[in-house]
């Protein structure tokens, strides 16, 4: 990917727009990140200028890239509004950028402020070192390193002034404390490319260059005259495919990301990790939210959401990606205008697209393989297979079919249960079982990695300032590695004792 990330921070993609930064007064939780502590600084854009030939290669220029997800498009959300690609990384919460539409609309104020909190980029961080420890850490676009500084009062009093009035009560370091996630630049998103798509004119725009850098963004290596049509269609096809494993995996691991619109790479991997839980094991479950401080729910009443139906989700959401610009790319190659040879290999990706949409798992009437990819993940541990594998078609009839919604019911019973860290400002969530479940985890190996994810949460959250979080920070770290690691090992011990077993 670094090719990618060299285009990224050069701005030589077409749906990256030039911000300019300077330097801020961020402290790095590493030295050698020290020189990624910057803001956005749009008051260096002249309201008349005639632009220079060499502002490209400006160093303090960083890059936001435009986005149209297929899923839920927001028209008040046209791109990256708080985040850019700069010097090789992507740094998130550097302030407003030219695609922060939202920053006057009172109900986007939780992302329209252009910082991170400091308990997203806490998140962000420990969820990178917990999976690189346990030995997943391919599945994610990992945050490296975390910049903080306390609030200036200016920004400091409204933002905690707003969220008193909004009844949403912020953790003691989310009211003193803002942050910078630092992660490498080397991904792009579908909705880049749905971007692009949209914006070219069918006739003459270049539409080439985006598909290379669609490639590129899959994973593919091969030279650019190897890039075919079909090259490019069976690298679309393994993303998908590498996209549900590695939900697969997260899965069975007990990684929840409660929000998946738009946040996952065109390879496969997740991306935007501030939401992240850690419920120790891969047991079905519910997870109902309500407001920090206020009394936990003790049922799953057929609300909240149920880990396991993201798979379901991230199929849809790529065939919805994939049919956009399918749509524009035969349109294009239908256009007089274009040359001729330009217009064949258009319609042949077009065509490539348009078979894998009509394919397994991409395609609406794709039920059973899904319904049996879920119920085998909510039944490997135990549990009512009957009950299970019942909701696990309901699921997915709901997202590959448009039904009726659902979620798991305790029917009336108690419920085991887990309260999470909270996993977003404000918001509380708790790990709910019922009896058709096979959980909670009961082995001291998860459990102990669960608890000291969430523990080393909680206690970061409680930081009264940019240095006392940071004090904390390293020991948090190392703790949430180690028990981490001590479960990789647990892992691999069971794979390399369930490899031995004779065979039936």
Known sequence: MHRLSQINSSGRAPWLVGVPTREADFTACDPRYQHLARQV??????????????????????????????????????????????????????????????????????????????????????ISDYLGAVGAGDTIIPCEAVLVRDMDPEF????????????????????????????????????????????????????????ELLYRGLGGEAEDDAITPEVICEAIEASVTRSVDNFRRLYHLGIYWHSFNNNSTLDGRFLDLELASVLGEGHPCGIRYGRSGEAPVERIGGKGVVPGEELAFVVVQARQSIAQVQRVLALAADDLRREPRSREYLRAVAEGMAQLCRREPLTPESIDGMVETIGEMWTARGGDEEQLRDGARQVCAEYLQDANAFHFDDDGQACAHYDLADPEPGVHARVLYPPCSSGPPSSSVVCRARDCFNDALRQLDASQSSEELLERLGPARQRVRAAAAELGSSLQGMHAASAQLPAA
Not at 80 to 102: C, E, H
Not at 165 to 187: H, N, T, W
Request: charge should be neutral; charged fraction near 20%; hydrophobic fraction near 40%.
């Open 156 to 211: 400091a009093e409204p933002w905690c002034r707003f969220a008193a009035e909004e009844g949403l009560p912020l953790a003691p370091v989310d009211r003193r404390v803002q942050a910078i996630s630092v992660k490498p630049a080397g991904f792009l998103r579908w909705s880049n490319l749905i971007h692009e798509a949209l914006q070219t004119d069918l006739g003459s725009g270049d539409l080439l260059e985006p598909l």
């Open 41 to 126: 600084d749009l008051s260096a854009i002249p309201v008349f200028a005639a632009a220079q030939r060499d502002e490209a290669r400006d160093p303090r220029v960083g890059w936001a890239d435009a986005q149209r997800a297929a899923h839920a498009p927001s028209s008040r959300c046209p791109g990256s509004g708080r985040a850019i690609f700069y010097d090789g990384y992507y740094l998130k919460g550097v302030g407003r950028t030219q695609f922060a539409w939202n920053w006057n609309v009172r109900r986007s104020t939780m992302h329209g402020t252009g910082h991170l909190s400091a308990t997203g980029a806490i998140r962000e961080l420990l």
